[in-house]
């Protein structure tokens, strides 16, 4: 119930922003209600609460560990992806929005100066080089991040370094699109092959949430932007090679369910508590695109009430 009394409806829930990419419009769930939305911002603010815990015991029991040992320590936590939750009437990961690829990196240990928040862009193909950099280990050949060890001990961030993040997602008329984003400074540039003609550029230090296309009224950087992604990458290569990719692993699934394997071992020695159901669900919210989503919830009280 708390989560409820704390969850608002995004202010592009309803999604109808006339320059969404086709990539995007892909991820939409068309008309889903009120309530379903403020349903899973609920879902979403329980889970985060839930993780922030299990966070707060694994680092209380690495320093008990690290301390034991003698040693210096560096504790990190990041996550892979985070989740749009009805902003532009999307739900979970795959989109360049702000509540899916910002996400927290955060770390502690010997070295680090306390307190310090960067805001200059970086980017988990960082961990690999920081990692090594950080314990003394030979640099990773030919790596794509960088190491930020530097900006640990204190120093400033590189405020002039663009960041990039890519995709190559299947398209319901079938074929695989490629679709990539930039981030440079508080610039944040979007785009998906064969559908330039919605290019997006946002400023998201003045607009967080992401509802003024800039495009348009910044030609020259949206220019730039596009002209560096092109330098960057083949995209109709890249949609050919996911597609190599994509037949591969259904060969392989092919095989492993003619061999008969069972998902259920995987679970086996699970804790009971990670087999309850949660005071709030909702799920199987999917749906083809422009059908209306089916779904499935339990356990919440009427919220028009």
């Known amino acids: 119930m708390k989560y409820l009394k704390t969850a608002q409806l995004p202010a592009t829930w309803q999604g109808n922003e006339p320059w969404l990419n086709a990539q ?12 379903i939305v403020l349903a899973c911002q609920a879902a979403y603010k329980g889970l985060v609460e839930h993780t922030d815990g299990l966070i707060g015991r694994a680092r209380a029991a690495f320093d008990v560990f690290t301390q034991n040992r003698g040693t210096p320590a560096l504790f990190g936590y990041l996550s892979d992806h985070g989740d749009t939750v009805g902003e ?5 990961k795959k989109s360049f929005f702000e509540k899916s690829v910002r996400i927290p990196m955060v770390f502690a240990g010997s070295g680090v100066a306390a307190g310090q928040r960067i805001t200059a862009p970086v980017s988990l193909l960082d961990l690999g080089p920081t990692v090594c950099d950080w314990a003394g280990a030979d640099p990773l050949p030919e790596p794509d991040g ?9 120093e400033s961030a590189d405020a002039d370094r663009t960041v990039w993040s890519e995709i190559v997602d299947k398209l319901p008329q079938g074929g695989w699109t490629y679709s990539c984003m930039a981030r440079h400074g508080q610039q944040k540039f979007i785009t998906c092959h064969r559908d330039e003609i919605h290019n997006q550029l946002f400023d998201v230090i003045a ?31 890249a949609e050919a ?16 369910t003619g061999a008969g394997g069972d998902d259920r071992e995987r679970y086996r020695d699970y804790p009971s508590a990670a087999k ?10 999917t749906s083809a695109p422009g059908k209306s989503q089916t779904y499935e919830f339990y356990g919440l009280p009427d919220v028009n009430n």
């Open 146 to 154: 960088q190491s930020l060890v530097a900006v640990l001990r204190g």
């Open 88 to 92: 532009h009437g999307i739900y979970g």
């Open 24 to 35: 995007q419009r892909n991820l939409q769930e068309p008309n889903t209600r009120a309530e």
């Open 276 to 285: 309850e159901a949660p005071q709030y669900c909702v799920t199987n919210l």
């Open 241 to 256: 090679l996911q597609k190599r990719h994509a037949a591969a692993a259904a060969v392989l699934a092919k095989a492993e």
């Open 207 to 237: 607009d967080p949430n992401e509802t003024t296309n800039l495009a348009d009224a910044q030609p020259d950087e949206t220019a730039a932007f596009a002209a560096a992604a092109a330098r960057r990458v083949d995209f109709a290569a």
